[in-house]
T-cell receptor
Framework: GENVEQHPSTLSVQEGDSAVIKCTYS??????FPWYKQELGKGPQLIID?????GEKKDQRIAVTLNKTAKHFSLHITETQPEDSAVYFC???????????FGGGTRVLVKP | SQTIHQWPATLVQPVGSPLSLECTVE??????LYWYRQAAGRGLQLLFY??????ISSEVPQNLSASRPQDRQFILSSKKLLLSDSGFYLC???????????FGQGTRLTVV
């Protein structure tokens, strides 16, 4: 089955700097890659996703890149703000709405 | 718009007691439904998923079971809880296998 590795497990950045989280996956058939943000005590919230027919997608300060050949994808947060502090999860599946395999999560702390 | 409700938010149960967690979705019909578990400081593991009433697929062998008695209702159960069942349980839904998955707010279960 699919295996998703996520790095780093923790990330501390200064407010205004950029944050990058990287994930690798094992199943070359996976073609849907969402990113979720989870705040303390709450359920994960979808923040951005990318499908395999796209190499990059951007939404304001958040961008995701996908390299299908290398089987890795990354989340980029620019101009970080304290409210970006949370745990971020990457995931992979054969299609949106299909079973998701999650990475282990990255705890991001944005220091003011 | 669609909403997902999950309750209770927190639960403390003694070892050996039964469990029933409920999840309902509003504003859609025949959604895909999922139960995930998140151990402390770790990623999300898919436990069960359902594509329709009475259709349940189990991803991992465990002490838990799931049922879908109604189109938009998904229940997670156990006859006798174990200490290892403690965790954060999340229900999720998607409109079909080609749309994004959305999570409820979760239930934090502590087995004592």
């Amino acid at each position: 089955g699919e295996n998703v590795e996520q790095h780093p497990s923790t990330l501390s950045v200064q407010e205004g700097d950029s944050a990058v989280i990287k994930c690798t996956y094992s199943d070359s058939a996976s073609n849907y890659f969402p990113w979720y943000k989870q705040e303390l005590g709450k359920g994960p919230q979808l923040i951005i996703d990318i499908r395999s027919n796209v190499g990059e997608k951007k939404d304001q300060r958040i961008a995701v890149t996908l390299n299908k050949t290398a089987k890795h994808f990354s989340l980029h947060i620019t101009e970080t703000q304290p409210e970006d502090s949370a745990v971020y999860f990457c995931a992979a599946s054969l299609a949106a709405g299909n079973k998701l395999t999650f990475g282990g999560g990255t705890r991001v702390l944005v220091k003011p | 718009s669609q909403t997902i409700h999950q309750w209770p938010a927190t639960l403390v149960q003694p070892v050996g007691s039964p469990l029933s967690l409920e999840c309902t979705v509003e504003g859609t019909s025949n959604p895909n439904l999922y139960w995930y578990r998140q151990a402390a400081g770790r990623g999300l593991q898919l436990l069960f998923y359902s594509v329709g009433i009475g259709q349940i697929s189990s991803e991992v062998p465990q002490n838990l079971s799931a049922s879908r008695p109604q189109d938009r209702q998904f229940i997670l159960s156990s006859k006798k809880l174990l200490l290892s069942d403690s965790g954060f349980y999340l229900c999720a839904w998607s409109e079909d296998r080609y749309t994004e998955a959305f999570f409820g707010q979760g239930t934090r279960l502590t087995v004592v």
